[in-house]
């Protein structure tokens, strides 16, 4: 069975400092994989999302990046962290564009 | 991209009481899911939906894809339905709605 992985599932950061969030996905191949930002008491927000190995689409101009060096794997990353890229980061993936998605158990992050 | 809609924002109910969650998409689409998201951020699968109806024990989803709009329905609701419902569409990304947020009382 597929299974998706996140960590960590909390990070405090101070302001400035690099992100790194690591999304894997077991038990298939060739996934779609998205990465979404939740603020607090709000709705869902898409970050990324990709298709396969090196293709990243992003929906938001941000102070963020994503890559996925493997097939399985997504990554969100951030230089400089701002205290505005605080909330609850939460990847996901599907077989393809229009099938069933699946999420993680999300990272939630606060930027001081 | 697709725009979805969810009504109402907000939804109290007393515990037994039965009560419907609605979805509206701009476009025509092959796919729409059903969550709920528990007071710890998870995000759970309810429904994967693209048309007709499911039911799963107290919950039941009904999709009219040629009139673009999904229901959720929570019957004889319990105190651990609260939470966030939200609906999603999955055109080439999976594009979610505002969210319905659930209080049952009771």
Known sequence: SQTIHQWPATLVQPVGSPLSL??????TSNPN???YRQAAG???QLLFYSVGIGQISSEVPQNLSASRPQDRQFILSSKKLLLSDSGFY?????YRSGTEAFFGQGTRLTVV | GIQVEQSPPDLILQEGANSTLRCNFSDSVNNLQWFHQNPWGQLINLFYIPSGTKQNGRLSATTVATERYSLLYISSSQTTDSGVYFCAVNDYKLSFGAGTTVT???
Do not use: P
């Open chain 1, 22 to 27: 690591e999304c894997t996905v077991e038990g």
């Open chain 1, 42 to 44: 709000r709705g869902l």
């Open chain 1, 90 to 94: 939460l990847c996901a993936w599907s």
């Open chain 2, 104 to 106: 049952v009382r009771a």
């Open chain 1, 33 to 35: 994989l998205y990465w």
